[in-house]
């Protein structure tokens, strides 16, 4: 079963821009960095010269002896079985991050040798240089690749309601036909989240048996990651607040709370093994802002802030919700005060919006979920996990600040009404498409 990334039109994009650099492609282990490269290479390119730093550790002698790019490119062809040749040949260099010195190499790469496409995949990379690594800024391209998206496991799983979904261009109400047909696919989806190998144990094997320990599996690969690349010391401390995170969301106000990770914590002993898991990846920080004001960044109160993962699916199985919860209505949008739906609302944001969300409270009145700066407007949004659509808090901050436009993620049909819109939450990938529609036509009255 092949998973179409939206990732790899921009790939092409890259290959075919006038400027190119070698290109890192950024994001958690097991997210698909090195299929899409591979994947990429095949459609687009004579052959492919694939090369891991992990699995091959003598590879890093070439970049050891001699920074002359060419002579790097005699040795690869050597070891590849024939010539690399320009423009023709895609080379990727899989776990960069194991080589300091191939990393460093890409500065000469695209000074002296652009004329070669080099991708590099690459997790972990600020262990790397938290080790002491030579980086070649501004010689580099970087692209981040996440979970695979709602949209692109709804083309797998019913091509048909893909299309469907896709040829929406006007803001009405979707047919029941249609509509509660794809409640029931992101039903699936919460099961699986965007991992690729656990989406083929759904949908291409149908084994969720299987589902399960491809996610376990994942886990147990992320806490040995705690133990590889981390100090003995700070080991515990991630895994105290990556367990942590379900708890800290169950709760109605979702602040993150260092007692809640152990209740001696404090911030000053586990903030930077927060960093550690926010930086590799695995982790968002949503600040609250204390003024929806431009730019959000500017008014972010650092003592406030909520912690999510990177991945639905994986916060399920980390929560150990049984799949058997798909049967029971909408318990798996609901579960522990909806905060898987607001993980996936804000996956999905992460990727279409510049810049992670903020989240607005006005103490203990009312605390709107996200806030997006974008196209110079402040757009709040709420999160519902059901159809039950009243909100306390969106009324409050729109009497306060009349915001042109205001975002509800609901199980509710689409609909736009004087400046609230309601978006259902299997669209949350076209978020960005609806809203520019708006601005630009409707004007958001």
Same mark, same amino acid.
């Not at 960095?33 to 699995?55: H, I, M, P, R």
């Not at 240089?129 to 010689?139: I, M």
């Not at 040829?167 to 699986?192: A, G, Q, R, T």
């Given at each position: 079963?092949?998973?179409?990334?939206?990732?790899?039109?921009?790939?092409?994009?890259?290959?075919?821009?006038?400027?190119?650099?070698?290109?890192?492609?950024?994001?958690?282990?097991?997210?698909?960095?090195?299929?899409?490269?591979?994947?990429?290479?095949?459609?687009?390119?004579?052959?492919?010269?694939?090369?891991?730093?992990?699995?091959?550790?003598?590879?890093?002698?070439?970049?050891?002896?001699?920074?002359?790019?060419?002579?790097?490119?005699?040795?690869?062809?050597?070891?590849?079985?024939?010539?690399?040749?320009?423009?023709?040949?895609?080379?990727?260099?899989?776990?960069?991050?194991?080589?300091?010195?191939?990393?460093?190499?890409?500065?000469?790469?695209?000074?002296?040798?652009?004329?070669?496409?080099?991708?590099?995949?690459?997790?972990?990379?600020?262990?790397?240089?938290?080790?002491?690594?030579?980086?070649?800024?501004?010689?580099?391209?970087?692209?981040?690749?996440?979970?695979?998206?709602?949209? *692109?496991?709804?083309?797998?799983?019913?091509?048909?309601?893909?299309?469907?979904?896709?040829?929406?261009?006007?803001?009405?109400?979707?047919?029941?036909?249609?509509?509660?047909?794809?409640?029931?696919?992101?039903?699936?989806?919460?099961?699986?989240?965007?991992?690729?190998?656990?989406?083929?144990?759904?949908?291409?094997?149908?084994?969720?048996?299987?589902?399960?320990?491809?996610?376990?599996?994942?886990?147990?690969?992320?806490?040995?990651?705690?133990?590889?690349?981390?100090?003995?010391?700070?080991?515990?401390?991630?895994?105290?607040?990556?367990?942590?995170?379900?708890?800290?969301?169950?709760?109605?106000?979702?602040?993150?709370?260092?007692?809640?990770?152990?209740?001696?914590?404090?911030?000053?002993?586990?903030?930077?093994?927060?960093?550690?898991?926010?930086? *590799?990846?695995?982790?968002?920080?949503?600040?609250?802002?204390?003024?929806?004001?431009?730019?959000?960044?500017?008014?972010?109160?650092?003592?406030?802030?909520?912690?999510?993962?990177?991945?639905?699916?994986?916060?399920?199985?980390?929560?150990?919700?049984?799949?058997?919860?798909?049967?029971?209505?909408?318990?798996?949008?609901?579960?522990?005060?909806?905060?898987?739906?607001?993980?996936?609302?804000?996956?999905?944001?992460?990727?279409?919006?510049?810049?992670?969300?903020?989240?607005?409270?006005?103490?203990?009145?009312? *605390?709107?979920?996200?806030?997006?700066?974008?196209?110079?407007?402040?757009?709040?949004? *709420?999160?519902?996990?059901?159809?039950?659509?009243?909100?306390?808090?969106?009324?409050?901050?729109?009497?306060?600040?009349?915001?042109?436009?205001?975002?509800?993620?609901?199980?509710?049909?689409?609909?736009?009404?004087?400046?609230?819109?309601?978006?259902?939450?299997?669209?949350?990938?076209?978020?960005?498409?609806?809203?520019?529609?708006?601005?630009?036509?409707?004007?958001?009255?």
């Amino acid at each position: 079963m092949i998973i179409q990334r939206a990732d790899i039109n921009n790939l092409i994009a890259w290959k075919n821009s006038r400027g190119r650099k070698p290109l890192i492609l950024q994001g958690a282990r097991q997210v698909g960095k090195t299929w899409l490269l591979k994947n990429f290479g095949q459609n687009e390119f004579e052959s492919v010269a694939y090369f891991n730093f992990d699995g091959q550790p003598e590879l890093k002698q070439f970049f050891l002896i001699t920074k002359d790019t060419k002579r790097i490119i005699q040795n690869l062809s050597l070891v590849h079985g024939k010539s690399i040749l320009p423009e023709k040949t895609l080379i990727i260099f899989d776990e960069i991050q194991e080589c300091r010195d191939a990393l460093n190499a890409l500065k000469y790469f695209c000074e002296d040798s652009p004329e070669y496409c080099i991708a590099c995949a690459g997790s972990l990379l600020g262990i790397a240089l938290s080790r002491g690594a030579s980086f070649p800024v501004g010689k580099v391209d970087f692209m981040q690749i996440y979970p695979v998206s709602f949209s *692109e496991f709804l083309s797998v799983a019913d091509p048909s309601l893909s299309k469907y979904l896709n040829s929406i261009k006007n803001l009405e109400p979707i047919p029941d036909i249609f509509f509660h047909p794809l409640v029931d696919k992101f039903k699936m989806y919460f099961l699986s989240g965007g991992m690729p190998e656990a989406i083929v144990a759904l949908l291409d094997v149908g084994d969720v048996s299987l589902m399960q320990t491809v996610l376990q599996n994942i886990l147990n690969a992320y806490s040995l990651d705690f133990s590889k690349h981390v100090a003995n010391k700070d080991i515990p401390k991630i895994n105290y607040i990556w367990t942590s995170l379900p708890s800290q969301l169950a709760r109605v106000n979702k602040k993150f709370l260092y007692q809640t990770v152990k209740s001696s914590a404090r911030a000053r002993d586990y903030e930077d093994a927060l960093l550690w898991l926010i930086n *590799e990846g695995l982790a968002y920080k949503v600040n609250c802002s204390n003024k929806p004001a431009m730019p959000l960044s500017a008014y972010d109160d650092l003592s406030a802030f909520k912690v999510y993962t990177f991945d639905v699916g994986l916060l399920r199985r980390l929560s150990r919700l049984d799949p058997l919860a798909i049967a029971e209505g909408n318990r798996l949008f609901t579960e522990f005060k909806g905060a898987l739906t607001e993980n996936y609302v804000l996956e999905s944001l992460v990727q279409q919006f510049e810049g992670t969300p903020r989240y607005w409270n006005s103490g203990n009145k009312a *605390e709107v979920d996200f806030l997006i700066q974008y196209r110079n407007e402040i757009i709040p949004i *709420e999160v519902k996990s059901d159809e039950n659509i009243r909100s306390k808090s969106l009324a409050i901050y729109r009497k306060t600040y009349s915001p042109k436009l205001s975002i509800r993620f609901s199980l509710r049909n689409l609909k736009y009404d004087d400046g609230l819109l309601n978006i259902p939450l299997f669209m949350a990938d076209y978020t960005k498409n609806i809203v520019d529609d708006l601005l630009n036509t409707y004007q958001c009255r």
